[in-house]
């Protein structure tokens, strides 16, 4: 069996102290063989492993639409999320619904107020209360932009371009005045909890036909990897709690993809000491008694994607030793 781990936000922007040791992933980085590339989104890894062609943006949204259980079909959806807009000194930065939690009844109480402000013109559909969608008649010419990429950053060069994308802002505009001073909001201050106060359109196309089937199994809780899985007929799983379990729930043969989740910004440095205990020693343990012929890593950072293919064999090779995280950051 092979199995593709996707880590993403192993790296983050600020580097990694040299104290940050993780025997197994250090020594699995080590003895195997690395391929630094320049990163790609995500969303853009996924889609190029599934063999789907960009459309003028990557197609989110009807993927994410299947995975939250709804039928795309042939129609163009687009991804139109609630998000928190916060005026800075000099610009306006975004909190995506990655960053807060937010209830279904907050979701569809703040839909039926868009709904009904919009009508038919722009229908808003809260699949999940973190993830709503819309249905165009045609494809927009434009190109947008994944919430993740705008976090943290002004808003104003990541707004929708091209020529339709006026329309678009005008939605947005339109939307903020609607959600600004809307009862859910009012609670959710009152609360110390971000308002969402505007909305973010991204990630439109139609679902390809295409059929490849690039792994046998995927394991991952990312709403893109399980929808692509879907659409290609390849069995799809939650993420399980650890490597055992997911291991556990395998044959021998195979190709198996599993995609972490992406920490919230709190959680980084707990989170390497719990990818190390769930992920990366269960791995290698894994690779040495022979459970796994090849493991291939995929840790990602703000400025490189680090791929590491480690075969059982190469585990013999002592004297490539470990060096830091650090060192490969």
């Given at each position: 069996?092979?199995?593709?781990?996707?880590?993403?936000?192993?790296?983050?922007?600020?580097?990694?102290?040299?104290?940050?040791?993780?025997?197994?992933?250090?020594?699995?980085?080590?003895?195997?063989?690395?391929?630094r590339?320049?990163?790609?989104?995500?969303e853009?890894?996924?889609?190029?492993?599934?063999?789907?062609?960009?459309?003028?943006?990557?197609?989110?949204?009807?993927?994410?639409?299947?995975?939250?259980?709804?039928?795309?079909?042939?129609?163009?959806?687009?991804?139109?999320?609630p998000?928190?807009?916060q005026?800075?000194?000099?610009?306006?930065?975004?909190?995506?619904?990655?960053?807060?939690?937010?209830?279904?009844?907050?979701?569809?109480?703040?839909?039926?107020?868009?709904?009904?402000?919009f009508?038919?013109?722009?229908?808003?559909?809260?699949?999940?209360?973190?993830?709503?969608?819309v249905?165009?008649?045609?494809?927009?010419?434009?190109?947008?932009?994944?919430?993740?990429?705008?976090?943290?950053?002004?808003?104003?060069?990541?707004?929708?371009?091209?020529?339709?994308?006026?329309?678009?802002?005008?939605?947005?505009?339109?939307?903020?005045?609607?959600?600004?001073?809307?009862?859910?909001?009012?609670?959710?201050?009152?609360?110390?909890?971000?308002?969402?106060?505007?909305?973010?359109?991204?990630?439109?196309?139609?679902?390809?036909?295409?059929?490849?089937?690039?792994?046998?199994?995927?394991?991952?809780?990312?709403?893109?990897?399980?929808?692509?899985?879907?659409?290609?007929?390849?069995?799809?799983r939650?993420?399980?709690?650890?490597?055992?379990?997911?291991?556990?729930?395998?044959?021998?043969?195979?190709?198996?993809?599993?995609?972490?989740?992406?920490?919230?910004?709190?959680?980084l440095?707990?989170?390497?000491?719990?990818?190390?205990?769930?992920?990366?020693?269960?791995?290698?343990?894994?690779?040495?008694?022979?459970?796994?012929?090849?493991?291939?890593?995929?840790?990602?950072?703000?400025?490189?994607?680090?791929?590491?293919?480690t075969?059982?064999?190469?585990?013999?090779?002592?004297?490539?030793?470990?060096?830091?995280?650090?060192?490969?950051?």
């Open positions: 069996m092979h199995c593709n781990l996707y880590v993403p936000d192993f790296f983050p922007a600020e580097g990694l102290p040299p104290s940050d040791s993780l025997a197994a992933a250090e020594t699995l980085i080590a003895r195997g063989r690395r391929r590339m320049t990163p790609v989104s995500t853009a890894w996924l889609f190029e492993r599934f063999g789907v062609a960009r459309q003028r943006d990557w197609p989110v949204a009807p993927y994410t639409l299947l995975a939250d259980g709804g039928a795309p079909e042939r129609n163009y959806w687009m991804r139109a999320d998000v928190h807009l005026v800075g000194r000099d610009n306006l930065g975004l909190a995506d619904s990655a960053a807060f939690d937010v209830s279904r009844a907050e979701s569809e109480a703040l839909v039926e107020t868009l709904n009904r402000h009508g038919e013109a722009m229908r808003f559909y809260p699949v999940r209360p973190e993830r709503w969608y249905r165009l008649d045609k494809a927009p010419d434009m190109q947008t932009t994944p919430p993740a990429a705008a976090r943290g950053v002004a808003i104003d060069e990541n707004l929708p371009s091209g020529p339709d994308a006026m329309r678009f802002h005008a939605l947005m505009n339109e939307a903020q005045m609607l959600l600004h001073e809307h009862p859910v909001n009012a609670g959710r201050e009152a609360r110390g909890e971000p308002a969402l106060n505007s909305i973010w359109f991204w990630g439109g196309g139609v679902i390809d036909a295409g059929r490849a089937r690039p792994f046998s199994m995927v394991f991952g809780d990312d709403p893109l990897a399980r929808g692509l899985a879907l659409a290609a007929e390849i069995p799809a939650a993420l399980p709690k650890n490597a055992d379990s997911a291991l556990a729930a395998l044959g021998d043969e195979g190709l198996v993809l599993v995609v972490l989740d992406a920490p919230r910004e709190a959680q440095r707990e989170r390497r000491t719990a990818l190390e205990r769930d992920w990366f020693a269960p791995l290698f343990a894994a690779l040495k008694s022979g459970r796994i012929g090849m493991l291939t890593l995929q840790l990602c950072g703000t400025d490189s994607l680090l791929e590491v293919e075969v059982r064999s190469d585990l013999r090779y002592f004297w490539r030793r470990r060096k830091p995280l650090s060192a490969y950051a």
